[in-house]
């Protein structure tokens, strides 16, 4: 998770215990439906998580903005 924070330094605490617990729900989930390579569960976080919040340092979204990552 230190990628993370390598490139953005103001999540709240319950953020970063969100993050910290979304690998091991990704673990879970792809025993039972393959949600991405296990092979590159190594990379959780840089493959995965911080492609998803690039967008964030692109654009400026106004508070209360939803938005969902739909994969490829």
Excluded: C
């Amino acid at each position: 998770m230190e990628i993370l924070l390598k490139y953005f330094s103001d999540f709240s605490e319950l953020q970063l215990k969100q993050l910290a617990a979304l690998k091991d729900l990704y673990v879970e989930w792809n025993e039972k439906i393959n949600v991405i390579s296990r092979k590159d569960m190594d990379n959780f976080y840089e493959h995965h998580v911080l492609h998803s919040l690039a967008i964030a340092t692109q654009f400026d979204f106004p508070a209360g903005y939803q938005v969902m990552d739909l994969g490829a």
